[in-house]
Antibody, heavy 116, light 107 residues
Framework: EVHLLESGGGMVQPGRSLRLSCAAS????????VTWVRQAPGKGLEWVSV????????FYADSVRGRFTISRDNSRNTVYLQMNSLRTEDTALYYC?????????WGQGTLVTVSS | DIQMTQSPSSLSASVGDRVTITCQAS??????LNWYQQKPGKAPKLLIY???NLETGVPSRFSGSGSGTDFTFTISSLQPEDIATYYC?????????FGPGTKVDIK
């Protein structure tokens, strides 16, 4: 069974950094891209970033490009999202998902709150 | 960026009703369109991929159609457990983009 578990969320002040992790199991991790999607409180879904299976290709939403960095460690079956220069508008529940161009398995999310 | 719109933004229907949601892309995305269901407090769930393919294990009352810029998602007979928000999402180009969602309620 595919399982994705996000961690690393919390409350942080504007301008500070946070690193999220997405630990995966139940599938051949190094054969699949992984995506991050976020959802601000009471709002819709916003795609954030994706990393290819090898880690060689990454893409970002305009709203986070230059501040967020996605990476992966295939030996640990884990994807990371390094979030720098956080803003209040980054407050959201962050999900990771297995990406086959469609997101067929999702974690339960980790909450990031950016507030002074 | 490819903009996705959905209509209606919300709807209320009776159990057994046929429910239809439309999704429009700002440019041709061929059939690179997925549909998700999100129940309150839960992670989204993939229902339809590539515009019309039913994800494994998803009830057959859910279906999708369309190509190019105009897509339709249908629940053939609404059930109480279908109360959720439904999102379309394109993968023709980066950044991937979601529609704003359609909230479905029971009348």
């Amino acid at each position: 069974e595919v399982h994705l578990l996000e961690s690393g969320g919390g409350m942080v002040q504007p301008g500070r950094s946070l690193r999220l992790s997405c630990a995966a199991s139940g599938f051949t991790f190094n054969s699949h891209a992984v995506t991050w999607v976020r959802q601000a409180p009471g709002k819709g879904l916003e795609w954030v970033s994706v990393i290819s299976a090898s880690g060689g290709d990454t893409f970002y939403a305009d709203s986070v490009r230059g501040r967020f960095t996605i990476s992966r460690d295939n030996s640990r079956n884990t994807v990371y999202l390094q979030m720098n220069s956080l803003r209040t508008e980054d407050t959201a529940l962050y999900y990771c998902a297995k990406d086959r161009d469609y997101f067929d398995s999702w974690g339960q999310g980790t909450l990031v709150t950016v507030s002074s | 960026d490819i903009q996705m719109t959905q209509s209606p933004s919300s709807l209320s229907a009776s159990v057994g009703d046929r429910v239809t949601i439309t999704c429009q892309a700002s440019q041709d995305i061929t059939n690179y369109l997925n549909w998700y269901q999100q129940k309150p407090g839960k992670a989204p769930k993939l229902l339809i991929y590539d515009a019309f393919n039913l994800e494994t294990g998803v009830p057959s009352r859910f279906s999708g159609s369309g190509s190019g810029t105009d897509f339709t998602f249908t629940i053939s007979s609404l059930q109480p457990e279908d109360i959720a928000t439904y999102y379309c999402q394109q993968y023709d180009d980066f950044p991937r983009t979601f529609g704003p969602g359609t909230k479905v309620d029971i009348k």
